[in-house]
């Protein structure tokens, strides 16, 4: 039986009382907090951040993530890599030798990721410092996260930590930033048998460079078109913050990612967006 939490919620909401097909009781507040809670079957949020300092003016844009930062830089800090389809082992590897299982930094993570078909999985590495450690995965498809699960005295990561594809270090797919806990690479697959509905983006720039950020997707129209980004969405931005609500269809198996193509060198940016993914 579902327990009434109506008594932890203000009187303004009580009212919104959401059922289930049967009647029964399920949550009592808006329908977005419904579905963060897990009260509505089948139905979850799926969100992602960014951020990216100093971007320069490539003329294919920019993605907002932090991959410039990196030691040895990766083959393109600009537009992160797509992983083979049919999935890949990957490799997990710090920049400083104190994020490791005996160190003050990041200890221990964790991969979300999807498989070569599709379906999310998880898989917790412990960390070598320096030294890379290979997935017990051999069939990742996508990262879509990846964060902390236990950390030293540090309480967050010494040095940036890295996962890219085995036996190739220039292919980086996604990162930690030095000084924290979690990614912050707004990249996310939907996965298989599921259909995401974005509900709203984010953008922010803060060094007075112009720039256009621009929320993408490899489908258009609701029909998957692999390795092609279309727009979704745009904004433009100076020395200012702003966000959109938007209500765009994306497929199972497509790539959300927001980039920018700032008009003169040195932007500082940051990124958000959510949706509801729903089990098709």
Known sequence: MARDLTTHLPENTIRNRIFDKGGNFIYTSDFATSVAVGGIPGWAVLRALGERESMGTTAQGEDIWRGNELSPAPTSHTAIPMPDSAGEQMTVVGEHANDTSGGVGVKTLRLEYLDATGAEQTEDIIMNGTTGVNTV??????????????????????????????????????????????SLVPHRMVPVGKTLVIQQWHATEAQSKRVAFRLRSTDMNGVLIPGVFCFKDIIYLKQDSLG?????????????????????????????WWGYLIND
């Open 137 to 182: 995965a051999t069939d990742i498809r996508f990262i879509n996260d990846m964060y902390s699960l236990t950390v030293g005295t540090n309480g967050v990561a010494v040095g940036h930590i890295k996962i890219y594809k085995t036996g190739s270090v220039g292919l980086v797919y996604n990162m930690i930033a030095l000084g924290g806990n979690k």
């Open 244 to 272: 959109a609500e938007i209500h765009v269809k994306v497929p199972a198996l497509s790539v959300v990612k927001v980039s920018g193509w700032p008009v003169t060198s040195g932007a500082e940016t940051s990124c958000s």
